[in-house]
């Protein structure tokens, strides 16, 4: 009995040597949910023992079959064969579902541009030109990949081969709807560095507004718990015993009032007033309409009607009293993705740029922050001393892909 208990302790510090010097461990983790998952389906069907010891034994060959599994220790190098070592980007064009979706859209997009062109061949050369933008964002097009190694992790980003910027010292927490994908963002896009974000639950950020009071970012309602309120203290996602009056489970906004002291929390998805608010608010989804308003003191003023019925967008307030609305969906005309940035002022909306995806914006330093809904793409928008749009800007791309998350500057 006790040479039994020692040979199994020496293969457990051995597997746990092993794990150590896996470079897959994600693949890895991957790779035990989908043994987990027959093993589960396995025995859901067993009436007897012997049943039962069949699905551990296909459990335990699924289990060291995986990389950094026992038949694999040092991960896909030794088993490039396994399905979750694959190259994606191999023959992407035949094997790539995501690409082949990306690229047919691009060129369906392409299409509709040349259509709809006069005879002018500078139209032309601009549908060509969002055509080469739209490519850049597909899974495997052209891109580099580089390492960068913190003391938080290793982690990869993708970037285009465009003009390096200068660097900049500005850093964005990007907290998703998993709040174990969190990472931090360089301004200047040259890494991604992830954060360890504590919180009850993974999904606790899912749907949640959010907004900055007294210099901390708080979280409203969501998915998960749609009265909850929650602070970041840290790096921990503490919920506050105060809740919200109503409830917020998705489609409501959170705006910092009061230099920063208070937030306001408004409307929700299917509410009769359900409009998309920042500092004022466009459009909305279940009413259709193009109505766009600001709040005063006496209460909602209305603004010029927004051209398209535009809904799931995101809006910035400048310091010169215009406001921007990014992306979005237009519930009109056959419904579809925004890409257009709007600018609301002196009373007129004119259109003064494009962006690839709807998503969530930041502003900060003469510079918007675009973080993509649909498309895992991150865009850097500059603007001068008067606040106008510049023909500068800056597009990479981030492994992961969230819709509208969380995100508030950080510093160290």
């Not at 012997?50 to 551990?56: A, G, L, N, P, T």
């Not at 330093?365 to 001068?384: D, H, K, P, T």
Request: hydrophobic share 30%.
């Amino acid at each position: 009995m006790l040479l039994q208990l020692i040979i199994f302790i020496n293969l457990a510090q051995a597997a746990l040597q092993q794990r150590d010097t896996c470079n897959d461990q994600e693949i890895n983790n991957e790779c035990l949910v989908v043994c987990d998952g027959e093993f589960f389906e396995c025995t859901k069907n067993c009436e007897n023992s012997e049943c039962s010891r069949k699905c551990f034994e296909e459990l335990d060959v699924c289990e060291k079959s995986c990389p950094c599994g026992a038949d694999c220790p040092t991960g896909c190098v030794d088993c490039p064969e396994h399905p979750l070592c694959e190259d994606e980007c191999e023959d992407a064009q035949l094997n790539n579902e995501e690409y082949q979706i990306c690229v047919n859209e691009a060129i369906y997009e392409l299409d509709i541009c040349l259509k709809s062109c006069t005879p002018d061949i500078d139209c032309h050369n601009l549908c060509y030109a969002s055509y080469s933008q739209q490519l850049f964002l597909c899974p495997c097009f052209g891109k580099e990949t580089t390492t960068t190694t913190t003391d938080v992790s290793t982690v990869t980003t993708t970037t285009t081969d465009l003009t390096p910027i200068e660097p900049s010292d500005v850093f964005i927490l990007v907290i998703p709807i998993y709040v174990d994908k969190s990472y931090l963002q360089s301004g200047d896009g040259s890494s991604q560095i992830s954060a360890k974000i504590n919180a009850p639950r993974n999904d606790y950020a899912s749907e949640a507004a959010h907004a900055l009071v007294n210099g901390k970012l708080h979280i409203f309602g969501g998915r998960y718990d749609d009265t909850k309120i929650a602070r970041l203290d840290d790096c921990t996602l503490n919920e506050l015993t105060v809740r919200l009056n109503e409830e917020r489970d998705f489609g409501h906004a959170a705006l910092s009032i009061e230099n920063g002291k208070k937030a306001l929390i408004c409307f929700g998805k299917f509410q009769r007033h359900s409009q998309n608010l920042r500092p004022a608010s466009v459009g909305c989804d279940s009413e259709q309409h193009q109505k766009a308003e600001t709040l005063s003191t006496t209460g909602w003023i209305a603004l010029p009607n927004h051209p398209k019925r535009i809904s799931d967008h995101s809006l910035v307030g400048l310091e010169n009293q215009s406001m921007l609305l990014i992306g979005g969906w237009d519930y009109g005309n056959g419904g579809g993705l925004q890409s257009g940035i709007w600018q609301l002022k002196d009373e007129n909306w004119n259109q003064i740029g494009e962006l690839f995806a709807a998503g969530s914006a930041i502003y900060i330093g003469r510079s918007i922050y675009y973080f993509g809904n649909v498309s895992n793409a991150i865009e850097r928008l500059y603007f001068n001393e008067k606040e106008e749009t510049s023909n500068r800007r800056r597009n990479w791309k981030t492994t992961k892909l969230f819709l509208f998350p969380c995100i508030v500057p950080y510093s160290f």
